[in-house]
């Protein structure tokens, strides 16, 4: 089969291959891959700005079929609709492991960066880490499940959205968007989302289109007066850091109101950020990191894209065979695309 591979170690370094199709083990299912998204991880690994051990298939954010099923495997059979968990080889022993929070164990490898992923038409899959696809949503869609599962874990169940929280949303790339729409849908009275010139022609006109109230470009008006007036004077609730940028991230505490919270959830690439501490601990705010899901967060996030409350089609805006992988990276990282959707 053809697979999209991170060869080696550096800047660069992706090839379409053939590869031998996997064989999955008897405690293991063989999925079909009907769609797959390209994430803002799989640019850091093209970047050699994120962990990954080569040469390793790419891509962790897919939708499939069961086409076989091991023989140990029981509840799951030939033709199930799936998605899945990134969490494989969670070690299952230690601290973190046996306190429930199998997405951040050490020994944990990710398909697409620490094993091979879903950038290929075959994956050989653990049953424990499946969810099945709502009726009615595609697997185009349902490819959205990943990320709308980051958001659910990251700003529902973690930085906690309250009813009519002033929301504002820093990067309005597939998670900023994704963002607004869960807070809208998990009772904010208002959500602003703040992005730049470079995101003005489509990222921006999508906030719009979806029904973002307060949309910002920060190089046309400023952002943090925006926020300010529209909350009297008090700042926002929460501040959704998705956009990994230095400044952004440096910014979070002038929106912020005192004893507000800060969700922190886009990455930098190994780049440092240079914070004015002492004006975070003066707004006494909550800061809250962020990596991976929970497991209660799949089966929330794949109930609000069947429901339409995060509308996956406004996200996905391009869908290319897994041949024509250079021309979706290029899209994405251009910013012609927002989300790209790879179909093996």
């Not at 700042?235 to 400044?247: K, M, T």
């Not at 910014?251 to 990455?267: E, H, N, P």
Request: charged content about 20%; proline content about 6%; aromatic content about 6%.
């Amino acid at each position: 089969m053809q697979a999209l591979l991170k060869t080696a170690k550096g800047v660069g370094h992706l090839e379409l291959r053939e590869v031998p199709e996997p064989q999955p083990r008897p405690d293991q299912v063989l999925i079909e891959v009907k769609a797959a998204g390209i994430c803002g991880t799989d640019i850091h690994v093209k970047h050699d700005e994120f962990p990954y051990w080569p040469p390793v298939i790419l891509g962790h954010e897919f939708a499939g079929e069961v086409v076989q099923v091991g023989s140990e495997v029981t509840g799951w059979q030939v033709g199930d609709r799936v998605v899945g968990e990134p969490h494989t080889l969670a070690c299952g022993k230690c601290w973190l492991c046996r306190t429930g929070n199998i997405q951040v164990c050490p020994e944990k490898r990710s398909p697409g960066w620490g094993i091979d992923g879903a950038f290929a038409r075959y994956l050989a899959y653990p049953p424990h880490l499946l969810h099945r696809i709502p009726e009615g949503l595609s697997f185009v869609e349902a490819a959205l499940a990943e990320p709308t599962a980051n958001i659910v874990t990251d700003m529902l169940e973690r930085g906690k959205v309250e009813p009519e929280d002033f929301v504002v949303v820093l990067g309005p790339g597939p998670i900023g968007l994704i963002a607004a729409m869960a807070a809208r849908a998990e009772g904010a009275r208002a959500v602003m989302v703040v992005g730049t010139d470079a995101d003005e022609a489509l990222r921006l006109k999508t906030a719009r289109a979806v029904g973002v109230e307060h949309v910002v470009n920060l190089q046309r008006e400023d952002p943090v007066a925006r926020c300010l007036e529209l909350t009297g004077g008090r700042g926002a609730d929460l501040v959704v850091e998705c956009s990994g940028a230095a400044p952004a991230i440096a910014s979070t505490v002038d929106y912020v109101r005192k004893l507000g919270r800060i969700c922190a959830i886009g990455l930098t690439g190994k780049k440092p950020v240079q914070l004015d501490w002492d004006k975070f601990q003066t707004k006494v705010c909550t800061i809250t990191f962020n990596m991976s899901t929970f497991y209660t967060s799949w089966d929330r996030a794949l109930s609000m894209l069947a429901l339409g409350k995060v509308n996956a089609r406004a996200i996905i805006t391009h869908e290319f065979p897994l041949q024509e992988w250079e021309a979706a990276f290029e899209a994405v990282e251009n910013l012609s695309a927002l989300k790209a959707v790879l179909v093996p």
